[in-house]
């Protein structure tokens, strides 16, 4: 149709241009087809009307309540997430519409706007709100510009009422007005920073997880997968567990299996040491020894030793396993007389240990029970090789020069490591355990005492508790002989901040108020050895004055210990735990919550009054 014609009569009525009501009538029996003049309109209605136009009823538009990701998830079948915003959308829906829309005074005259030929399925209500809102005062005077004059009558479309809408708008251009465009420059860039997380499990060159997506929109993460990382099939043909090197991706004690569980390649330890006195009584609690209120988060890897342990040794590990839960399983477990040790490992961690070795000292050869001696445990994690070993020394004030001989004859008697290989051979010593790994622990009750007398150590408990621990330290036997390099050589202790865990009362926190009045002491230690320096951080050390069952005090200490990747080719523990006691500790728990709830249903129902 030529620029200011009027259409023939024959034509469809909607296409029709609408005149202006204050437009003049025709005159006569002129037909204006004839006469070829061309029709100007009237210039456009001022600015404040064309303003009130493109604004929105404030009141009636805050009475709308948008849909929250989950409802619109719901309520749009198949529709596909939102990757633009606003700015980057209107554009486009204008342009698709081929000419804009009509503007009018409220928001119920907007018309919907004209879809092209052709295109298939119905346009939702959400794209023509977007499309409307998004014509603005410039497409209007650019179009006006074009032309050279006002903008054409013929260009708009005739007034059509707004299809009835619901009050829930689920635009997605509305929902991510404020999210980074598809079509922005940063996009790609934000997309794959937001793939991985500073913990996440995925090593590089491995497939993303499912859950570990960005689309820019406000839908949640939502996938058919498991939670687990996917493994690819051409992993599982071609990757050998049987050996492998340093430097090889498939090693299952390498780098890249490394870093999934550990990104920053630190391990965290916990290390304790309890003498229970060989009472048959346990703590009806064991939280405040292997949960400590100061730590947030549980260990990875948890190591006990006791010594004179209670006569059941076996209930003793039920305890530690149902106190752990069944996120923990008892990797191994030795005993020597009545010295305990147990390690426990979070379960996802079992495949990484090589197997696990042990070996005795015993210092008191005359003795029918073995009460003083050593217990050594050790095995690789990953690249790293550890030893923990728990000690009982000779006891009495004075008796320095046998314990400095229990710990010579236990460095030179612990046949250790038997068949897993050394990390560092060439760095070892055959005349001392503790140079064959890479991380020592050693721990137990060494039975040094605070020299001066009772009068003196009580005098200076009853100072500040922060001046009386280093005043106490300075009269420690162990401390002294450290410097002097006669015992621990090459060992380290976390500063002491607690008080002495030698010797009370039993039940009571009282010191030793028997005949013997014996001194207060820091006879429970835990020392520790690296042979890389700065690999072993301690970050807690303390004591547990809450449980009082011994004349001890339980000690323990939490570390970070820097692992390193390793090879393969050592005898793996291939997942093996006490399976019997993991189902025991489970039924421990399950049965004392069992307890817990009919005393809590037991003790509602005995508050209730009944009047009858």
Partial sequence: MLKGQLPNTDEDPAAR???PRDAPAPVGNEDPRATGRPFSPKPPPPRPRLERALSLDEKGWRKRRFRTSREDLAARNGASPSGGSLQDEAPGTAARSGSPPCLSTSLQEIPTTRRAPGSGGPSSRGNCLSGTISTS??????????????????????????????WNVASDALRTANKVGWGHADYQVRRQAGLFRAHSSL???RPPSPLARDDCSLRPATSTFSLLVPIRTKDVRGRSYLEGS?????????????????????????????????????????????????????????????????SDRREWETRLQETLG????????????????????RRDLIWFCSEVESSTVTTRIVSQIKTKGALGVSFTFFGTSLLFITSHFTSGDGKVGERLADYSKTVQGLALPKNVPATSPYRSDAADVTTRFDGVFWFGDFNFRLSGGRAAVEAILKQDPGVSVQALLQHD?????MKRGSIFKGFQEPDIHFLPSYKFDVGKDSYDTTSKQRTPSYTDRVMYRSRHRDDICPVKYSSCPGIRTSDHRPVYGLFRVRVR???????????????????????????????????????????ICTVS
């Fill in 17 to 19: 241009p609408v005149l």
């Fill in 137 to 166: 005062l410039d497409l209007l005077h650019r179009d006006g510009a074009s032309a050279g004059s006002a903008p054409r009558l013929a260009s708009l479309l005739p007034p059509r009422p707004l299809p009835a809408m619901d």
């Fill in 203 to 205: 090593g590089p060159g």
């Fill in 246 to 310: 340093l430097l090889a991706s498939g090693a299952l004690m390498g780098a890249d299996e490394l870093a999934r569980y550990f990104p920053d390649r630190n391990v965290a330890l916990f290390v304790a040491t309890w003498n229970m006195q060989g009472q048959k009584e346990l703590p009806p609690n064991l939280d405040e020894l292997l949960l400590p209120a100061e730590a947030d988060l549980a260990q990875d890897l948890y190591v006990v030793g006791v010594q004179e342990g209670c």
């Fill in 326 to 345: 069944p996120h923990y399983v008892m990797l191994y477990s030795a005993a020597h007389g009545a010295l305990y040790m147990s390690v426990l490992i």
């Fill in 477 to 481: 036997q162990l401390t002294r002989e």
């Fill in 565 to 607: 990747p390793g090879r393969d080719n050592i005898p793996l523990a291939a997942g093996k735990f006490d399976r019997e006691l993991y189902l025991i500790g489970i039924k421990r728990r399950i049965s004392r919550e069992i307890q817990r709830q009919q005393a809590l249903k037991s003790q509602h129902s005995s508050a």
